[in-house]
């Protein structure tokens, strides 16, 4: 195994170059570029971190085109989701804004989506989650639902907690951008400790929701 030295100015920089000609032409000339910056990298990274946060998936660079409006053929940014698969995980993306880290849960079934706001009505566990989503919007994160424009069905409108009803799902991410450490070994540092901070999400949708 390779040891996870950080991300070069030059892995932000071909998603830079990529964003401005995606073409099978750039890539074909750029990827060399993308393998030795970019996904090497990125594997090295998520087996170091996996005895702590399970085994990752690496998405592939290729877009599917083939129901899509959008036919450039290339993704944008490259992400890694490490977890166990169940509805929660941990996510890591390189683009040319350079880098953002987080998790969370994202449903994979109605009635998932039915227990976790079963969770957020009840007052002990729903207020439980109040506290966690709370503290990791004070320490920079960014909260995304995938929210309803309306109450769900069932829940009064002045409910508590009725934003976190509105949710389907509940992702944080922390755009870090391209701090001095990023193309130093010490990014392992700051994604391990980012992702602690997830853990007490993944771990109340673990405890309160489960599986799909």
Known sequence: MTSFAGFSERAVGFYADLAA????????????VYESEVRD???????????????AKIFRPHRDIRFSNDKTPYKTHQAALAGDGAGTGYYLQLDARGLTAGGG???????????????????????ALVDIVD?????????EGDELKTKPRGFAADH?????LRCRSLMVFRLFGTPAWLSRPAALDEIRSTWR??????AWVTANVGPA
Do not use: Y
């Open 197 to 202: 901070q997830v853990t007490p999400l993944n």
């Open 41 to 55: 990298p990125m594997r090295a990274l998520v087996e170091e971190l996996e005895g702590e946060f399970g085994p």
């Open 135 to 143: 503290a990791l919007r004070a320490n920079g994160f960014d909260i």
């Open 160 to 164: 508590p907690r009725i934003d976190l």
């Open 105 to 127: 849960f994202r449903a994979h079934s109605p009635d998932q989506t039915a227990r976790f706001r079963g969770a957020v009505d009840t007052d002990a566990t729903g207020v």
């Open 21 to 32: 000609d995606n073409s099978r032409e750039f890539w074909t000339a750029n990827k060399a």
